[in-house]
């Protein structure tokens, strides 16, 4: 997944604009245009973390291949898919500018290991059957991300922010005593997503999507490459070996990867980052609704209450998020 908007960040929707003639397109003040461009990002957002949410459906079709090895064949193909993306939108040109910056490359190196972190504990996730613990890691991200805005932005918290921070600690607290153990994995997930999101908000006015997958697909592909020949030389490859459909599935890991990110980019330029804030909940909502019904992990009633106190901690969020909102936009 890429990273998701923190509701602490998040811009307030535009002030209504009036049309040419004088009138708005709508009862809420927007014109005709705007209204359709908002329609449109709303659709290109909800197409974005439904297929997010799927992913656990599409790397389970991958087995018997390995976390790893799912990892690495993401990484390449997501490299071939970028480069076509590329040619047909005629964006080469665009990287020029972006690689002679080395500032920025070295920040997108790094982005790129820690999204091949969130990406490998993701796959292992679904690999050992915790598909339910990998939708927790989702719903814990924006707390997350909000506690890495106060370290490493020194941002102050409001007090809804606090209660919602308050209510999440529970939530790991009661996890971590009812089921006997830390949720290392969904905190893994939550923290790397965050940390990769600080960084990606930090240099996603200086590159485009396509070119920053592209980049840190780029420095992660020799490293996949060299696994992938190795684990063939080995015998340990089930690219190939496990007949046609299985093969397409792996070739289609690297469109999985980029296409939700142009959806993502087309909505988030569209709607007010507050609704992609409340968006964001689809994905792990669908991961866990699949892990329950269709994968067949069971939840004991501390898992649900863990679960029950982290949906009360986001809904506290996203009530501040918006109040946030509204606040600001009477002040501009």
Known sequence: ??????????????????????????????????????????????????????????????????????????????????????????????????LKNRKLVVTLCVASVIVAANWLIFL??????????VSLGYYINPLVTVAVGVIALRNRLRPLQWVAMGIGLVAVIVLSVGTGEVPWLSLGLAGTFAVYGYIKSR???????????????AFLTPFAGIFLIWLTATGGSHFGTEGAWHTVVMLLLGPITAVPLVLFAAASSRVPLVWMGMMQYLAPTIQFVISVTMLGEEMAPARWAGFFIIWGALVVLTVDGILAARRNRRLR
């Open 1 to 98: 997944m890429t990273p998701s908007p923190s509701p602490d960040h998040s811009p307030v929707p535009e002030a209504p604009h009036a049309s040419p003639s004088g009138r708005t397109g709508d009862p809420t003040g927007l014109p005709a245009d705007e209204l359709a461009r908002r329609r449109a990002g709303l659709g290109f957002g909800i197409a974005c973390y439904t297929l997010w949410g799927g992913l656990p459906l599409i790397f389970r079709l991958a087995e018997p291949a390995t976390s790893t090895e799912i990892l690495a064949h993401r990484i390449v193909w997501s490299l071939v898919f970028c480069f076509g993306l590329l040619a047909v939108a005629r964006g080469f040109t665009a990287l020029g500018p972006v």
């Open 124 to 133: 292992f996730g679904v690999e050992i059957g915790r598909v339910v613990d």
């Open 203 to 217: 240099v996603g006015k200086d590159v485009g999507a396509i070119q920053s997958l592209t980049i840190e697909t």
